[in-house]
T-cell receptor
Framework: DAKTTQPNSMESNEEEPVHLPCNHS???????IHWYRQLPSQGPEYVIH???SNVNNRMASLAIAEDRKSSTLILHRATLRDAAVYYC???????????????FGAGTRLAVHP | ETGVTQTPRHLVMGMTNKKSLKCEQH?????MYWYKQSAKKPLELMFV???????ENNSVPSRFSPECPNSSHLFLHLHTLQPEDSALYLC?????????????FGPGTRLTVT
């Protein structure tokens, strides 16, 4: 899997939007961009994923650069419960024959202040 | 979230003990995984099972022995562990092993080897 680069930590205030960046300059044309997060004392949980177009779901939005070398996870209104480590992961499509591997990096630790 | 459960949540064992970690998924998934999360290190994939068949053994020492009796249950048998094996052990499942479906994680077992 291609590597991703994320800031070690970020801070936000409650009720404000948060933009979590991820660089993946060596992404291949078919790699999906996945985001997971890990809340304190819990296992990781899936947040969102995309390929080329921006994506929205109930948890967050994913903005993907036109050249796909970077992406941004957007939390529209941060809550205290959003304090977690956020992981940006690249995954190959099924037809490459790879297993459903998730290769986690260090992620970004997000602190949310009241 | 009760889709993937793990027991026990905490375990302290001596280096000569034998213990087992249990994982159960109630999601009807066909693939299950064991991960290890050590302090200050990213999650590491240990084992992958698809329909009770092991499809990946990620260079894990033989003192860790997985077992998957059916697609809903996964065990990790531990024997003669070392203090450096102390970590959070996470179980996950996904719809299929080769699809791009997200993985669902359990809360983990916090293992301390004394």
């Amino acid at each position: 899997d291609a590597k991703t680069t994320q800031p070690n930590s970020m801070e936000s205030n409650e009720e404000e939007p948060v933009h979590l960046p991820c660089n993946h300059s060596t992404i291949s044309g078919t790699d999906y961009i996945h985001w997971y997060r890990q809340l304190p004392s819990q296992g990781p949980e899936y947040v969102i994923h995309g390929l080329t177009s921006n994506v929205n779901n109930r948890m967050a939005s994913l903005a993907i650069a036109e050249d796909r070398k970077s992406s941004t996870l957007i939390l529209h209104r941060a809550t205290l419960r959003d304090a977690a480590v956020y992981y940006c992961i690249l995954r190959e499509p099924d037809w490459t024959g790879g297993y459903n591997k998730l290769i986690f990096g260090a992620g970004t630790r997000l602190a949310v202040h009241p | 979230e009760t889709g993937v459960t793990q027991t026990p949540r905490h375990l302290v064992m001596g280096m000569t003990n034998k213990k087992s970690l249990k994982c159960e998924q109630h999601l009807g998934h066909n693939a299950m995984y064991w991960y290890k999360q050590s302090a200050k290190k990213p999650l590491e994939l240990m084992f992958v099972y698809s329909l009770e068949e092991r499809v990946e053994n990620n260079s894990v020492p033989s003192r860790f022995s997985p077992e998957c009796p059916n697609s809903s249950h996964l065990f990790l048998h531990l024997h003669t562990l070392q203090p450096e094996d102390s970590a959070l052990y996470l179980c996950a499942s996904s719809q299929e092993v080769t699809s791009s479906y997200e993985q669902y994680f359990g809360p983990g077992t916090r293992l301390t080897v004394t």
